[in-house]
């Protein structure tokens, strides 16, 4: 008799609260038991939870809620539980409870709530996708915002719009609304002509919504669950998923992930994007090198103890600092693959200082292929890696570290043309710069001697960054700077410890340093799938010299 009173309850009580929406406007934020996303837990969500199991009611988007007794399934004794905690003095709810918090359990379920998650639901559905506009039948300006994947399609990525290309606005830009396509729009704040009114039809946005969006984007645009990290796949190519994990609080975590590709003959890859969660320090894409078959692994498996990658048997393909890239490689070049490629991500999540992974790990990796006349194979890409390891930071300090390589040193004695470029340092590093490098004056191991780096003057520099969250990737298209045989690079960075420890190089950030060039040029060796990497004596990434 109660439960037929409870499921009439249920058929006539609708939805509740403001449902899908998390605490704080991060994703993942719930209260254990509050089933229908109010902020409180009373009968109603019971009531929820039995429409939900046996009445078809509303999508459940925060499954964590509803397992209130914590057992990693949402069944009947989900309600029951509840009850038993209103009603009849059982136990209390577990973590977290009474205060919103991010579930203490791994499980398989999620809880996908949140600012973006709210705007998926309830503005891009209803506002955006409808008929002709952002569906996926109908991707307006080559956008869809009615799949899981809306999130890829709108951070960092540019305006498709001619008139807001022009000005370099991208669809959002996180951290500024200003200049970003998606909010400009929203608000009228664009110049006439070129730019359409949004939406075209269906429910008009109101200023509260807009000014939502606004505050969602100054606050960093963070997605609102593992959910989002969603990539669309290639119409031809592979794609890689790294599954959501956690990540240290007040601390940092590196995976090794591996997952063979299934391509049974060799491919050619002309474009790349890569997505992950926020606070990422840097991703690492690496393939086995053609010889002996790599050690075992299935897919998925990973290694999480900041293991070394050693250079001598993975070669790098790309890199990156921030959640999203979307590279394309200049026409005419592309990476090989080898038939069922073993792959290596490298993927490192810091949650220190102003650098936050708030929602935990997860990425997302796709490989787009190209065809070409077997006649005429596209430049091969190559992957240079320029690591000074000498690195000592003493206590209250200012200094420059200079290195460098030539090309012709690491046997590649050909012109080339860059394609891409980025450096890379820890959060005590203040600016990078990379200069090309005649290679007039070098030490014994080719690297460049004192002063080389200033004599060669700021006219040759192609690349600077004075952020470390996050730095600048430089892809150049067609138009790359050109490096003549011979020739090569210095970069210097500058680093300030303002702290009384002393600082030598390392993977961890938040106490070791880096100091590192990624350089991507073309026609890269064809040996080693292109890749370079110096100093040779160095075993893995991450090698170090003494710091006593």
């Given at each position: 008799?109660?439960w037929?009173?409870?499921?009439t309850a249920?058929?006539?009580?609708?939805?509740?609260g403001h449902?899908?929406?998390?605490?704080?406007?991060?994703g993942?934020y719930?209260?254990r038991?509050d089933?229908?996303?109010?902020g409180k837990?009373?009968?109603?969500?019971?009531?929820?939870?039995?429409?939900?199991?046996f009445?078809g009611?509303?999508p459940?988007f925060c499954?964590?809620?509803?397992?209130a007794d914590?057992?990693?399934?949402?069944?009947?004794?989900?309600?029951?539980?509840?009850l038993?905690?209103l009603f009849?003095g059982?136990?209390?709810?577990?973590?977290?409870?009474?205060?919103?918090a991010r579930d203490?359990?791994e499980?398989?379920?999620?809880c996908?709530?949140?600012?973006?998650?709210h705007?998926?639901?309830?503005m891009?559905?209803p506002?955006?996708?409808?008929g002709?506009?952002?569906s996926k039948?109908?991707?307006?300006?080559a956008?869809?915002?009615?799949?899981g994947?809306?999130?890829s399609?709108?951070?960092a990525?540019?305006?498709?719009?001619?008139a807001?290309?022009?000005v370099?606005l991208?669809?959002v830009?996180p951290?500024?609304?200003?200049?970003s396509?998606?909010?400009?729009?929203?608000s009228?704040?664009l110049?006439?002509?070129g730019?359409?009114h949004v939406?075209d039809f269906?429910t008009l946005?109101d200023?509260?919504a807009?000014?939502?969006?606004e505050r969602?984007?100054r606050d960093?645009?963070l997605?609102?669950?593992?959910v989002?990290?969603t990539l669309p796949?290639?119409?031809?190519g592979h794609?890689i998923v790294?599954?959501a994990y956690?990540v240290?609080?007040e601390?940092?975590?590196?995976?090794?992930y591996?997952?063979k590709?299934d391509?049974?003959?060799?491919?050619?890859?002309d474009r790349?994007?890569f997505?992950s969660t926020p606070?990422?320090?840097?991703?690492?894409f690496?393939t086995?090198?053609?010889?002996?078959?790599p050690?075992?692994?299935?897919n998925g498996?990973?290694?999480?103890r900041?293991a070394l990658?050693?250079?001598?048997?993975?070669n790098?393909?790309?890199?990156?600092?921030t959640?999203r890239l979307d590279?394309?490689?200049?026409?005419?070049?592309?990476m090989q693959?080898a038939?069922?490629q073993?792959t290596?991500?490298q993927?490192h999540?810091?949650?220190?200082g102003s650098?936050?992974?708030?929602?935990?790990g997860a990425?997302?990796i796709?490989?787009?292929?190209?065809d070409?006349d077997v006649?005429s194979?596209?430049?091969?890409?190559?992957a240079?890696?320029?690591?000074?390891?000498n690195?000592?930071?003493p206590?209250m300090?200012?200094v420059?570290?200079d290195?460098?390589?030539?090309f012709t040193?690491?046997?590649?004695?050909v012109?080339?043309?860059?394609?891409?470029?980025q450096g890379h340092f820890h959060?005590?590093g203040?600016?990078f710069?990379?200069?090309?490098w005649?290679?007039?004056?070098?030490n014994?191991?080719g690297?460049?001697?004192?002063g080389e780096?200033?004599?060669m003057?700021p006219g040759n520099?192609?690349y600077?960054?004075?952020n470390?969250?996050?730095?600048p990737?430089?892809?150049?298209?067609?138009?790359?700077?050109?490096?003549?045989?011979?020739?090569?690079i210095v970069?210097?960075s500058?680093f300030?410890?303002?702290?009384e420890?002393l600082y030598c190089?390392g993977?961890?950030?938040?106490?070791q340093?880096?100091?590192?060039?990624?350089i991507?040029?073309?026609p890269g060796?064809l040996?080693?799938?292109g890749?370079?990497?110096f100093p040779p004596?160095?075993?893995?990434?991450?090698c170090?010299?003494?710091?006593l």
């Amino acid at each position: 008799m109660v439960w037929a009173l409870l499921l009439t309850a249920v058929a006539a009580a609708g939805p509740t609260g403001h449902y899908g929406f998390g605490s704080a406007g991060e994703g993942g934020y719930f209260l254990r038991g509050d089933s229908n996303q109010d902020g409180k837990v009373d009968l109603s969500d019971a009531v929820f939870t039995l429409g939900v199991l046996f009445l078809g009611g509303d999508p459940a988007f925060c499954l964590d809620a509803l397992d209130a007794d914590d057992d990693g399934e949402v069944v009947i004794t989900d309600a029951i539980y509840t009850l038993g905690v209103l009603f009849l003095g059982g136990n209390s709810m577990p973590p977290p409870f009474p205060l919103p918090a991010r579930d203490p359990t791994e499980d398989a379920l999620g809880c996908d709530n949140g600012d973006f998650a709210h705007f998926r639901r309830e503005m891009f559905m209803p506002s955006c996708s409808a008929g002709s506009c952002h569906s996926k039948s109908d991707a307006a300006g080559a956008l869809d915002l009615e799949s899981g994947s809306a999130y890829s399609q709108l951070i960092a990525m540019p305006a498709a719009n001619a008139a807001a290309s022009a000005v370099g606005l991208l669809r959002v830009k996180p951290g500024a609304p200003e200049d970003s396509y998606l909010y400009q729009l929203m608000s009228g704040q664009l110049p006439p002509g070129g730019h359409p009114h949004v939406p075209d039809f269906g429910t008009l946005l109101d200023p509260t919504a807009i000014a939502h969006v606004e505050r969602w984007i100054r606050d960093g645009a963070l997605p609102s669950s593992e959910v989002d990290i969603t990539l669309p796949v290639p119409a031809k190519g592979h794609q890689i998923v790294i599954p959501a994990y956690p990540v240290q609080e007040e601390g940092e975590s590196q995976r090794n992930y591996f997952f063979k590709l299934d391509n049974a003959e060799t491919i050619w890859v002309d474009r790349l994007e890569f997505l992950s969660t926020p606070g990422i320090d840097h991703w690492n894409f690496f393939t086995w090198q053609s010889g002996p078959p790599p050690p075992s692994r299935e897919n998925g498996d990973y290694d999480d103890r900041f293991a070394l990658v050693s250079f001598r048997d993975w070669n790098l393909r790309a890199s990156h600092q921030t959640e999203r890239l979307d590279w394309k490689l200049p026409a005419g070049v592309a990476m090989q693959f080898a038939p069922f490629q073993q792959t290596l991500s490298q993927i490192h999540f810091v949650n220190v200082g102003s650098v936050k992974s708030p929602i935990g790990g997860a990425a997302a990796i796709n490989l787009h292929t190209v065809d070409f006349d077997v006649g005429s194979p596209p430049a091969p890409l190559g992957a240079l890696i320029a690591q000074n390891r000498n690195i000592r930071i003493p206590p209250m300090s200012t200094v420059d570290l200079d290195y460098g390589i030539t090309f012709t040193s690491m046997n590649h004695d050909v012109p080339v043309k860059l394609a891409a470029v980025q450096g890379h340092f820890h959060w005590r590093g203040k600016t990078f710069e990379i200069r090309v490098w005649d290679g007039l004056n070098q030490n014994a191991d080719g690297s460049p001697a004192a002063g080389e780096f200033d004599r060669m003057g700021p006219g040759n520099t192609i690349y600077f960054s004075d952020n470390f969250e996050p730095p600048p990737y430089l892809s150049f298209g067609d138009d790359g700077p050109q490096i003549p045989a011979g020739s090569g690079i210095v970069f210097r960075s500058t680093f300030v410890n303002q702290s009384e420890e002393l600082y030598c190089v390392g993977s961890r950030a938040e106490l070791q340093e880096h100091s590192i060039a990624f350089i991507y040029f073309y026609p890269g060796p064809l040996s080693r799938s292109g890749f370079l990497w110096f100093p040779p004596e160095c075993l893995g990434q991450g090698c170090a010299v003494s710091c006593l």
